[in-house]
């Protein structure tokens, strides 16, 4: 059976075929997407669509995607590249709201 990488999170399998500066662009991607899941809990919807997929090609030409990542809000503001305040704005004025941390003791 071949190495199967059991080590890693799901996410991470296979990644070490791709060139390096492919590889950090994922672990960006991965984390801001993880993070933003979890400041803004269920007040956001994030759906990820591979570029060269048929729906991805499809969102790219719908939206004018020409560079990657780009961040599509409630359906009309387009964010492209890692600006995350301008992300976090705009998720902001669309009515995401960030979720605070409550510990009971």
Do not use: C
């Amino acid at each position: 059976m071949a190495h199967a990488n059991m080590d890693k999170a799901p996410y991470e399998r296979g990644l070490d075929e791709y060139p390096p500066e492919w590889q950090e662009d994922f672990r960006r991607l991965s984390s801001l997407i993880l993070e933003l899941a979890a400041r803004y809990g269920d007040t956001i919807l994030i759906r990820i669509f591979d570029p060269r997929s048929l729906q991805g090609l499809w969102n790219s030409i719908r939206y004018g995607v020409r560079r990657y990542p780009t961040f599509i809000v409630n359906g009309k503001t387009k964010i492209s590249g890692w600006d995350r305040e301008h992300l976090e704005r705009d998720l902001q004025a669309a009515g995401a709201v960030a979720q605070t941390n409550i510990t009971a003791l």
